[in-house]
């Protein structure tokens, strides 16, 4: 038998329009620019409290976002009607386990503010029936693949690039390059992601690796990225490279080839001393890079946070596998960043434009998320 279908944003404003217990005149479901809010969102009066229906055609980085963007129109003067200062309803039609459970953990991590009342979508029922959440905050000591990151954590953190891996950065020699463990697959062999200030441009083992910069969209848009990567390298198709050019098939490029094309890349992205990091399109992917090593300082509270972990050619902080909810896929720590011995999650973003207040929150989220996911490898247990 298939899931129950659940309820869409619009079916979510038709049945508040017509619920008695809503305050007439105040179901709006159209953009909010000044607090950022999408029209994906429907908000009311109702039962006497600012509510937020969240449809199931919602996207989840909006869906799990909307606890906070319920806060942000509660908290905001322009909030239409006369409703309770103390608790705000959100109403998730029917969704997946992983939105809830990340909704679970955002609302348990508020510790002032109004209290939020959870109502989501009654099992098996196709209807408008609302009940109470009563689920608990996932914990995952006992996630298969929580443990199973936690065991390739502890092997990458003594693991070593060697080989093509090893010559590859240091025939670039950039400090714009770095090699990424990539911590959801095990290192036994150790394939390393190749990244320039953060935007993944190959991969390398000890024997071979790759080189390959995006791909054109199903319209044939292009990025900014993989435009400047086919300006060095025309062929279209990966660029294939090898220790042992003697044994590799034809075709395969040496190490010395491959670090040549590299250094090409980082001058068509204006060069390693351009001060606000390579112009790859990607300025998150840069920004990460560079506080990585040290090279953008992070303060919070009053003192700078220092990078975990001190490598000329390894990134070894961030990237960090995470769970947001019970059989949720992967979802990527952006920064491990420590004060003093206490090691702090970091979600990095770029200065934003008009309308950026969503994507601010739905940040603030990420981090609480991210911290959330509790089972750290026990080679972190140094830092704290």
Known sequence: MGATAGLTAQQLHTWLEQHPDTTPGTVVATKDRRLSLSSKLVHAVWRGQHTLAVGSDVAPVVRIGALLDLIAWHLSAGSPGSADPDTVTLLLAHTTPESTDAIRVLSSALTSGPRVHLLHQAEGNAGPLFEEDTGSVPDYAESAKARRWARYLDAWSRAQPSGAALRLAELVGSDSLRLYPMLAKSPDPPLWSVRLDGLEVGRVNETRGELDVGKDSPAGQRSIARSRWLTVWPAGAPLRFTADPASAPSGTETVETAAGHLRALIDAFGGEHA???????QPEHALESRVLRGAVPVAADGATLAPSFDDPRVSRGSQFPTLWGRGS?????????????????????????????????????QAVLYKGHRRAPRWLARLS
């Not at 001060?275 to 399109?281: I, K, R």
């Not at 491990?336 to 603030?364: F, T």
């Open 275 to 281: 001060p606000a990091g390579l112009a790859h399109g």
């Open 329 to 365: 896929r992967a979802h990527y720590l952006d920064v491990l960043l420590r004060r003093g011995r206490e090691p702090w999650a970091v979600e990095l973003k770029v200065l934003g434009g008009g309308g950026a207040g969503a994507y601010y929150r739905h940040g603030v989220a």
